[in-house]
């Protein structure tokens, strides 16, 4: 069974960065693509950025495109999320999850079946 751990959230100043960081455990990550979603207090689950499971295809929801980047290092079961100019929007807790495929979209959240904890970015001065 695959578990997801996601790290390194926290309390960041508008303008700042952060990186975000999935592991697994249980199973390989490499016949997963992975996407990270994210969910404000009030506010539906977004979707943020997907992977392929090779890493050759990224996809971005328009409200971080040019600011966040998607990578994974297969060899260490583990997948990030650089997070650059960081805005008050982008107040929220993080999720990972994990879709048995070639690759994922994040408007299909339902398509992943194994999804993280969570970790808490908060972006605020």
């Known amino acids: 069974q695959l578990q997801l751990v996601e790290s390194g959230g926290g309390l960041v100043q508008p303008g700042g960065s952060l990186r975000l960081s999935c592991a697994a455990s249980?199973?390989?990550?490499?016949?997963?693509?992975i996407g990270w979603f994210r969910q404000a207090p009030g506010k539906e689950r977004e979707g943020v950025s997907s992977i392929s499971r090779s890493g050759g295809s990224v996809n971005y929801a328009d409200s971080v495109k040019g600011r966040f980047t998607i990578s994974r290092d297969n060899a260490k079961n583990t997948v990030y999320l650089q997070m650059n100019s960081l805005k008050p929007e982008d107040t929220a807790v993080y999720y990972c999850?994990?879709?048995?495929?070639?690759?994922?979209?994040?408007?299909?959240?339902?398509?992943?079946?194994?999804w993280g904890q969570g970790t808490q970015v908060t972006v605020s001065s």
């Open positions: 999850a994990a879709h048995f495929g070639p690759f994922g979209s994040i408007s299909s959240p339902d398509a992943y079946a194994y």
């Open positions: 249980g199973s390989a990550l490499g016949v997963y693509a």
